[in-house]
T-cell receptor
Framework: GAGVSQTPSNKVTEKGKYVELRCDPI?????LYWYRQSLGQGPEFLIY????????DSGLPNDRFFAVRPEGSVSTLKIQRTERGDSAVYLC???????????FGPGTRLTVL | QKEVEQDPGPLSVPEGAIVSLNCTYSNSAFQYFMWYRQYSRKGPELLMYTYSSGNKEDGRFTAQVDKSSKYISLFIRDSQPSDSATYLC?????????????FGQGTILTVHP
């Protein structure tokens, strides 16, 4: 596709449930990033991949959050035992290589009831 | 204290005005500086990118970095209603943190006709 795509665009879940958020990067981009943006705040870094491996996961808030990129393209952010505080927009970005311009997707709006 | 501080505004100006947006940061290791624009319900898009201190101009936009005072600015000349958006400053330390952007809170700008 022309840009980064994220699915679903909206996700409503109940406290304690498991959710998966998907990111399709721009074709040919080797680096992929996940950020979380709470209402009225700037994006907060979670994790970034260079190829299939997580190069920096220092932003993951706790072990309920996990992300994978098994084939170096599509990535999935997984959140276990969701809490109301997890409600936010989850943004994905990709770049040609690490340190290159990051292109963001439209985000997935997660609401935990 | 947050690593990057940005006044959230909101800022409202008449069409044609010069807009000044600012951020301060605390970590002298940051050496890459960016401004992103984010429209409602969209992902951030890169406006300006600068390395180290100095000015950079692109059309109606000028980015300034003063590393001695840890101060970043974005100026918008001849502002247009289409410039109405949230403006986010972002910094990066490079090196092993190459993929990690640290964002300010964002300033909400409205340009009214």
């Amino acid at each position: 596709g022309a840009g980064v795509s994220q699915t679903p665009s909206n996700k409503v879940t109940e406290k304690g449930k498991y959710v998966e958020l998907r990111c399709d990067p721009i074709s040919g981009h080797t680096a992929l990033y996940w950020y979380r943006q709470s209402l009225g705040q700037g994006p907060e870094f979670l994790i970034y991949f260079q190829g299939t491996g997580a190069a920096d996961d220092s932003g993951l808030p706790n072990d309920r959050f996990f992300a994978v990129r098994p084939e170096g393209s599509v990535s999935t952010l997984k959140i276990q035992r969701t809490e109301r505080g997890d409600s936010a927009v989850y943004l994905c970005a990709s770049s040609l290589g690490a340190g290159d311009t990051q292109y963001f997707g439209p985000g997935t709006r997660l609401t935990v009831l | 204290q947050k690593e990057v501080e940005q006044d959230p505004g909101p800022l409202s100006v008449p069409e044609g005005a010069i807009v000044s947006l600012n951020c301060t940061y605390s970590n002298s290791a940051f050496q890459y500086f960016m401004w992103y624009r984010q429209y409602s319900r969209k992902g951030p898009e890169l406006l300006m990118y600068t390395y180290s201190s100095g000015n950079k101009e692109d059309g109606r936009f000028t980015a300034q970095v003063d590393k001695s005072s840890k101060y970043i600015s974005l100026f918008i000349r001849d502002s247009q209603p289409s410039d109405s958006a949230t403006y986010l400053c972002a910094v990066n330390a490079g090196g092993t943190s190459y993929g990690k952007l640290t964002f300010g809170q964002g300033t909400i700008l409205t340009v009214h006709p």
